[in-house]
Structures are given as structure tokens and as C-alpha cells.
């Protein structure tokens, strides 16, 4: 079974802030990918790395994949309000059992004050 | 244009009887998922078609079933729910399993048991 470790599970800032999400494995992932939900909708696909070192720009919003492809992180820069949401990273698996099979990891609640 | 659609956006069945939901996608995608979320967590894989190929998660209860009439068309069929099985239901495709892959997630379908 893959695992994907996401931390922090909560995180509470101010308008302005910087924050970065950690996602965690001790498994190889073909992909990884992030993902935005708002309440009561489906996840929203904010980026896929693929390639191991691969860093990826949208806005305010920088991810990294690991160079052994197992770890990635979120970095928000100056976060604002409209931030505020559910953080999902998740894995496409590499092989075995778990080919093509999209783990999440827990999740991070962001909560940005105005 | 929404291309997974799942139905209805919101069931409400009672203890024990059973339910059906639908998910349909228009991407032609050969990977279809099933995620079961609860409130503020990550999604939890209940099961996944690679193709007709039917991949159960060991730990999803035998109280639910999956059905897959064709590449558009996925069913989650629920036994006997449970007021534990009250939850956001997902459904999710991807084009394959390999490098790159991303998954793409309907609204979901959020089930309460009376």
C-alpha cells in the first residue's frame, strides 16, 4: 500500500503570509499531482509534476516534485482569503498492485484571515 | 463543459435500503474511480476499473459494489447503508495509469442515511 504523509493537517495564517505544504512517501510515484477543494464541490486539479525535480509555477502557488519522486511540496506566497480550502496532494502509483492508482494524501485545511 | 457528471448532486435514502449513483464521463477515459470522503478528510479509494478490469480496495466493505456497463457509464451500489456510509461520494477517470497521469473528479454526490 502506498501512503502519501501531508503536512500540516491544519494551518490558520494571516492575508499576506507565506506557507508551504509538505507531501511525503516513502514509495515512488509515477506522478503527483495537487488539488483544491471547496465545500460540498469535487477536488479541482491545481498542477501534476512528473519529473523528479520538477518545479512548477501558477501564480502565487510553487510546487516541487522530489528529485527521487517521492515528496513534493506546495509554497503559497502572500496567501489570501480566497485561498482559504481543502489541500490535497495526491500519488499516481508506478508499478505492482498500485499502477495508475491515485492515493490521496490527508489533506491540509487552510484557513487565510483577512 | 462538465465532462465527469455525477447523479444526483444529493441522495438521501434510509437505513438499509439500498442506493445506486451514477457517474458518466464524456472524456473516453479507460480509468474510473470511486472516492468516499467525509467531512474535512481526504478522499478514501473505494475502488477502481483499468478498463473492464475491476480493482477492490481490501479495506472497502463488501456493503458496497461497483458496476461498469460500459467506458461512459460507473455505478457505486451501496447494499445496505449504514448511517457510518453518510458521506461526499466521488467519481473520478483518468486517461490511463501511467507517467503523467491526472485525474479529473466530478461534483460528487453527497449522501445522507435517515
Same mark, same amino acid.
Given at each position: 500500500t502506498?501512503?502519501?504523509?501531508q503536512s500540516p493537517?491544519?494551518?490558520?495564517?494571516?492575508e499576506g503570509?507565506? !506557507? %508551504?505544504?509538505?507531501?511525503?512517501s516513502?514509495?515512488?510515484? #509515477?506522478s +503527483?499531482?495537487?488539488?483544491?477543494q471547496? /465545500? $460540498?464541490?469535487g477536488?479541482?486539479?491545481l498542477?501534476?509534476?512528473?519529473?523528479g525535480g520538477?518545479?512548477?509555477?501558477?501564480?502565487r !502557488? %510553487?510546487?516541487?516534485?522530489?528529485?527521487?519522486?517521492?515528496d #513534493?511540496? +506546495?509554497?503559497i506566497t502572500?496567501?489570501q /482569503? $480566497?485561498?482559504?480550502?481543502?489541500?490535497l496532494?495526491?500519488?499516481?502509483?508506478?508499478g505492482g498492485t498500485?499502477?495508475?492508482?491515485?492515493?490521496?494524501?490527508q489533506?491540509?485545511i487552510?484557513?487565510?484571515?483577512? | 463543459?462538465a465532462?465527469?457528471?455525477?447523479n444526483?448532486?444529493?441522495?438521501?435514502t434510509?437505513?438499509?435500503?439500498?442506493?445506486t449513483l451514477?457517474c458518466?464521463?464524456?472524456?473516453n477515459?479507460?480509468v474510473?474511480?470511486w472516492?468516499?470522503q467525509?467531512?474535512?478528510?481526504a478522499?478514501?479509494l473505494?475502488?477502481?476499473?483499468?478498463?473492464?478490469?475491476?480493482?477492490?480496495?481490501?479495506?472497502t466493505?463488501?456493503?458496497f459494489?461497483?458496476?461498469?456497463p460500459?467506458?461512459s457509464f460507473?455505478?457505486?451500489?451501496?447494499?445496505s447503508?449504514?448511517l457510518?456510509d453518510?458521506?461526499?461520494y466521488?467519481c473520478?477517470t483518468s486517461r490511463?495509469?501511467?507517467?503523467?497521469?491526472?485525474?479529473?473528479?466530478?461534483?460528487g454526490?453527497?449522501?445522507t442515511?435517515?
Amino acid at each position: 500500500t502506498q501512503l502519501l504523509e501531508q503536512s500540516p493537517q491544519f494551518l490558520s495564517i494571516q492575508e499576506g503570509e507565506n !506557507l %508551504t505544504v509538505y507531501c511525503n512517501s516513502s514509495s515512488v510515484f #509515477s506522478s +503527483l499531482q495537487w488539488y483544491r477543494q471547496e /465545500p $460540498g464541490e469535487g477536488p479541482v486539479l491545481l498542477v501534476t509534476v512528473v519529473t523528479g525535480g520538477e518545479v512548477k509555477k501558477l501564480k502565487r !502557488l %510553487t510546487f516541487q516534485f522530489g528529485d527521487a519522486r517521492k515528496d #513534493s511540496s +506546495l509554497h503559497i506566497t502572500a496567501a489570501q /482569503p $480566497g485561498d482559504t480550502g481543502l489541500y490535497l496532494c495526491a500519488g499516481v502509483g508506478a508499478g505492482g498492485t498500485s499502477y495508475g492508482k491515485l492515493t490521496f494524501g490527508q489533506g491540509t485545511i487552510l484557513t487565510v484571515h483577512p | 463543459d462538465a465532462m465527469v457528471i455525477q447523479n444526483p448532486r444529493y441522495q438521501v435514502t434510509q437505513f438499509g435500503k439500498p442506493v445506486t449513483l451514477s457517474c458518466s464521463q464524456t472524456l473516453n477515459h479507460n480509468v474510473m474511480y470511486w472516492y468516499q470522503q467525509k467531512s474535512s478528510q481526504a478522499p478514501k479509494l473505494l475502488f477502481h476499473y483499468y478498463d473492464k478490469d475491476f480493482n477492490n480496495e481490501a479495506d472497502t466493505p463488501d456493503n458496497f459494489q461497483s458496476r461498469r456497463p460500459n467506458t461512459s457509464f460507473c455505478f457505486l451500489d451501496i447494499r445496505s447503508p449504514g448511517l457510518g456510509d453518510a458521506a461526499m461520494y466521488l467519481c473520478a477517470t483518468s486517461r490511463e495509469g501511467g507517467w503523467g497521469t491526472e485525474a479529473f473528479f466530478g461534483q460528487g454526490t453527497r449522501l445522507t442515511v435517515v
